[in-house]
């Protein structure tokens, strides 16, 4: 591993838009090569496989069908993420799944199937993470066991991977993106919320992709300066 995205492919779930969609133009600012897995293509044409990432075989596919595109992965990013914010009893239980489908099984299905290629190029993972897989809160318990576990995984990934895999933990705060879009008034920010800029969440994700031989970053924590959610 070294500093130098020079043509290095890096996979990006979720790269379609949010914070995937500025990893990926960050890494292509580096000089790398970003792939993207998403269920809709991305804007500026960057090189994708269409998957609905709640289903784990069909995602470990998908990572597959990419790397052998690639020729290889240096970096996986798993910036896939959704939420459907309520009360237990009254979000419906496939929902519910879903969202933990989405944020945590997926993540460890493109990590399991990326693994031998990242191995080959002592590459990194980077996985995304939420101030809320670190702080629980209410009406959003499909979404903070998903991210507390996204956490878990990814610190026991760092020790099982240790010295053959690079692996960091993102934890972002709140974020200028759609994520909030449809919501019920209640769940979204409010007029006077400080988001964070995600160019600069992923400014962040090239840091911990770049550090040179020998040396991990082994977890951040990103968000605006007047963040709500942390610490």
Avoid at 97 to 102: S, T
Avoid at 117 to 125: D, E, K, T, W
Wanted: include cysteine.
């Amino acid at each position: 591993m070294n500093d130098d995205m020079t043509d290095r492919a890096v996979l990006v779930t979720g790269g379609s838009s949010g914070l995937g969609a500025a990893v990926v133009e960050a890494v292509g600012k580096a000089g790398g090569r970003a792939y993207v897995l998403d269920v809709k293509p991305p804007l500026d044409g960057t090189p994708w496989v269409e998957c609905d990432l709640a289903d784990t075989r069909a995602a470990e596919r998908a990572t597959e069908t990419v790397a052998e595109q690639a020729g290889g992965l240096y970096g996986v990013v798993t910036a896939a993420g959704i939420d459907v914010p309520g009360r237990l009893a009254d979000v419906p239980a496939e929902t519910w799944e879903r969202v933990v489908a989405v944020d945590l099984l997926a993540t460890a299905a493109v990590v399991r199937a990326a693994l031998p290629y990242l191995q080959r190029s002592h590459g990194s993972v980077v996985t995304v993470a939420s101030t809320l897989g670190v702080k629980a809160v209410s009406d959003a318990t499909a979404y903070c066991a998903a991210k507390f576990g996204v956490v878990g995984f990814t610190r026991a990934l760092a020790a099982e991977l240790a010295g053959t895999v690079n692996v960091t933990l993102l934890i972002p705060g709140g974020m200028r993106t759609a994520f909030f879009d449809g919501r019920d008034e209640r769940y979204r920010p409010g007029a006077d919320a400080v988001l964070n800029d995600p160019a600069h969440v992923a400014e962040a994700v090239l840091f911990a992709l770049t550090q040179p031989a020998g040396c991990a970053v082994r977890e951040l924590v990103v968000c605006a300066e007047r963040e709500s959610s942390y610490p």
